[in-house]
């Protein structure tokens, strides 16, 4: 079962076991992770799931779609390494995967 580290922007860590195949944002849910509010229920429609993703974790999440990076641009604390947590899919490879929470979403 893979571990997700989530940290909030006052620096309290969550760690989390996840299920392969869910989302990112779908494990914060299930786990009461404060700071992910999935106001769209996944569908990439809000922003409300947004992450910063620890940088030597980039190349193994990968790249926002094009939908993605439309709603990210909405997003005025977007950082390069941002992405929406309900559009990141769980596997083995995201093991031990680090996200940060911003504070505009508390």
């Not at 309290?12 to 195949?21: L, P, Q, S, V």
């Not at 910063?52 to 977007?78: F, Q």
């Amino acid at each position: 079962m893979p571990k997700i580290k989530f940290i909030e922007h006052n620096g309290i860590e969550h760690i989390i076991d996840a299920i392969n195949g869910d989302s990112i944002m779908q494990s914060a849910i299930n786990n009461l992770v404060p700071g992910i509010d999935a106001d769209c229920g996944g569908e990439c429609s809000c922003a409300t799931c947004h992450v910063i993703v620890d940088s030597i974790w980039i190349d193994k999440v990968g790249i926002p779609s094009n939908t993605e990076d439309s709603m990210l641009a909405l997003n005025p604390d977007r950082e390069p390494n941002s992405r929406l947590s309900c559009q990141i899919e769980i596997s083995d490879k995201l093991d031990g995967v680090v996200v940060n929470l911003p504070e505009f979403q508390y």
